[in-house]
């Protein structure tokens, strides 16, 4: 066995069936075992809150060690963790097939769905992670509920945050008027008939808030000439996940992924508007149900966005987007889209804009689903993320700001004008402020493509 792992990690499936799982004894003993090799070699101290806190815990125990640390105060570690896996895939020289056998994120997940068959989960985040119910009821009264929701509603929003745990300091996701499905309908898009058939899994945050993302992929399609459909017959289970509850989170996955096999028995290509829907349709999903034949087919027929795209334009003889966007952009690589091992399929979409002039940022955004908008976490997303969008501000002449992940754009358009305006945080005379925040890259493309109501 190489020292440091130097062969491809490897990711076994998650024993959630098995009662052992569950065993608080046998997670604790699992736990020390990873967290005392965590100690040993500190190289991930910098990636998120999670491990500075780790360190932190046994540096101050009476022997400075992992022997003095309460059990109790693991719960510090694991609400750090917003299961990014950046620490499983860029940092750790532990991870399988190495013998010491790391998946920090897993092991992170088991200990959050031991919380969850406990009922230690608050129930406001239980209730967040309904997301079509609540898109639903958003999208009905999106005009009102983006009026109250905004930061300048401080009565509104503390109240917010009493009740659903939301921070009244985060800005929150505006819900559309109509959602992407109502909006554009469920008929097919572009050429009827094309070798090139695409199923548009839409996801609920672009289904019921950023609808925008959709209309410019629809549209990029139309003018490749792809068929596509949009297919969302409910959301992906991220946010089941995040909050370890399991069960639900392989339902959804039992189920969407025997509607999206009928499209690929079918000729089609399956592809996620959102990295985080990609990533479970790809790798998670085989994880959680690994006998399941619809997940496994799934897995090697599914794509994300931007890595669809180029491979569109790499392979065809595609018409070219003509009009140029005037000014730089500065663009993060979402952790989930890392989490992919694709590549940087994002910068490589955007190097289709003509004369594109690009700043690429590959660090954490802070925000992590629904993690940094919670009132326990804001603070440290803000910190998290600030060294991304100091990157990102600091590009002289930069007129949008985007990511792939849309929740982490606002985020860190968030932390870029509050941080000028409060906290002091310079950048070199750069004028960030008057800078777009764009959703996703998708939209940029689509306006070179002649899009202009984006």
Same mark, same amino acid.
């Not at 109790?72 to 056998?101: I, S």
């Not at 409910?234 to 989170?249: K, S, T, Y």
């Given at each position: 066995? #190489?020292?440091?792992?130097?062969?491809?990690?490897?990711?076994?499936?998650?024993?959630?069936?098995?009662?052992?799982?569950?065993?608080?004894?046998?997670?604790?003993?699992?736990?020390?075992?990873?967290?005392?090799?965590?100690? /040993?070699?500190?190289?991930?101290?910098?990636?998120?809150?999670?491990?500075?806190?780790?360190?932190?815990?046994?540096?101050?125990?009476?022997?400075?060690?992992?022997?003095?640390?309460?059990?109790?105060?693991?719960?510090?570690? #694991?609400?750090? !963790?917003?299961?990014?896996?950046?620490?499983?895939?860029?940092? !750790?020289?532990?991870?399988?097939?190495?013998?010491?056998?790391?998946?920090?994120?897993?092991?992170?997940?088991?200990?959050?769905?031991?919380?969850?068959?406990?009922?230690?989960? $608050? +129930?406001?985040?239980?209730?967040?992670?309904?997301?079509?119910?609540?898109?639903?009821? /958003?999208?009905?009264?999106?005009?009102?509920?983006?009026?109250?929701?905004?930061? @300048?509603?401080?009565?509104?929003?503390?109240?917010?945050?009493?009740?659903?745990?939301?921070?009244? +300091?985060?800005?929150?996701?505006?819900?559309?008027?109509?959602?992407?499905? @109502?909006?554009?309908?469920?008929?097919?898009?572009?050429?009827?008939?094309?070798?090139?058939?695409?199923?548009?899994?839409?996801?609920?945050?672009?289904?019921?808030?950023?609808?925008?993302?959709?209309? #410019?992929?629809?549209?990029?399609?139309?003018?490749?000439?792809?068929? !596509? %459909?949009?297919?969302?017959?409910?959301?992906?289970?991220?946010?089941?996940?995040?909050?370890?509850?399991?069960?639900?989170?392989?339902?959804?996955?039992?189920?969407?992924?025997?509607?999206?096999?009928?499209?690929?028995?079918? /000729?089609?290509?399956?592809?996620?508007?959102?990295?985080?829907?990609?990533?479970?349709?790809?790798?998670?999903? =085989?994880?959680?149900?690994?006998?399941?034949?619809?997940?496994?087919?799934?897995?090697?027929?599914?794509?994300?966005?931007?890595?669809?795209?180029?491979?569109?334009?790499?392979? %065809?003889?595609?018409?070219?987007?003509?009009?140029?966007?005037?000014?730089?952009?500065?663009?993060? =690589?979402?952790?989930?889209?890392?989490?992919?091992?694709?590549?940087?399929?994002?910068?490589?979409?955007?190097?289709?804009?003509?004369?594109?002039?690009?700043?690429?940022? %590959?660090?954490?955004?802070?925000?992590?689903? #629904?993690? /940094?908008?919670?009132?326990?976490?804001?603070?440290?997303?803000?910190?998290?993320?600030?060294?991304?969008?100091?990157?990102?501000?600091?590009?002289?002449?930069?007129?949008?700001?985007?990511? %792939?992940?849309?929740?982490?754009?606002?985020?860190?358009?968030?932390?870029?004008?509050?941080?000028? $305006?409060?906290?002091?945080?310079?950048?070199?005379?750069?004028?960030?402020?008057?800078?777009?925040?764009?959703?996703?890259?998708?939209?940029?493309?689509?306006?070179?493509?002649?899009?202009?109501?984006?």
């Amino acid at each position: 066995m #190489a020292e440091g792992s130097l062969e491809a990690p490897t990711r076994y499936p998650l024993d959630w069936h098995n009662v052992d799982f569950y065993d608080e004894e046998k997670l604790d003993h699992e736990l020390r075992r990873v967290f005392d090799i965590c100690h /040993g070699c500190r190289r991930c101290f910098n990636l998120c809150n999670s491990f500075p806190t780790l360190f932190d815990l046994i540096d101050s125990a009476e022997t400075e060690e992992l022997d003095s640390v309460n059990s109790a105060d693991f719960k510090k570690v #694991a609400d750090n !963790c917003t299961l990014c896996d950046m620490c499983f895939l860029t940092k !750790c020289p532990y991870v399988p097939p190495h013998e010491f056998n790391l998946d920090f994120p897993h092991l992170i997940l088991r200990y959050r769905a031991v919380e969850h068959k406990k009922g230690q989960i $608050k +129930k406001c985040h239980t209730q967040l992670t309904k997301t079509d119910r609540n898109g639903k009821i /958003g999208v009905q009264f999106a005009k009102l509920i983006n009026m109250l929701s905004r930061r @300048k509603n401080k009565f509104i929003r503390l109240v917010m945050q009493y009740v659903m745990g939301l921070s009244a +300091k985060a800005r929150l996701p505006k819900f559309a008027s109509r959602s992407l499905l @109502k909006e554009l309908g469920a008929k097919p898009v572009g050429r009827v008939g094309s070798e090139k058939k695409v199923a548009l899994f839409v996801g609920c945050h672009c289904n019921y808030s950023d609808t925008q993302i959709g209309k #410019a992929a629809v549209h990029i399609f139309e003018k490749f000439g792809v068929h !596509c %459909e949009l297919v969302y017959p409910e959301c992906c289970g991220m946010p089941q996940i995040e909050v370890g509850n399991l069960p639900v989170a392989a339902q959804k996955a039992q189920r969407i992924s025997k509607v999206l096999r009928s499209y690929i028995d079918r /000729g089609y290509d399956v592809v996620g508007l959102t990295p985080s829907c990609s990533l479970l349709m790809k790798f998670e999903w =085989v994880l959680l149900l690994p006998e399941n034949e619809d997940c496994l087919l799934l897995s090697q027929h599914c794509y994300d966005i931007s890595e669809y795209i180029v491979g569109l334009a790499k392979g %065809e003889n595609l018409p070219k987007a003509e009009k140029v966007l005037s000014g730089g952009i500065s663009f993060h =690589v979402a952790c989930h889209a890392r989490a992919q091992n694709m590549g940087q399929k994002g910068v490589e979409l955007l190097r289709l804009l003509p004369e594109a002039d690009i700043k690429i940022v %590959e660090r954490c955004s802070g925000h992590g689903g #629904a993690w /940094g908008v919670m009132d326990d976490n804001f603070d440290i997303s803000v910190k998290v993320g600030r060294p991304a969008a100091r990157a990102m501000s600091s590009y002289e002449g930069v007129s949008y700001v985007t990511s %792939e992940c849309p929740l982490a754009a606002l985020h860190l358009g968030q932390i870029i004008e509050d941080g000028f $305006k409060n906290d002091g945080f310079k950048n070199d005379g750069v004028d960030v402020l008057s800078a777009s925040v764009v959703a996703h890259p998708l939209i940029l493309l689509a306006r070179a493509y002649g899009m202009e109501d984006l």
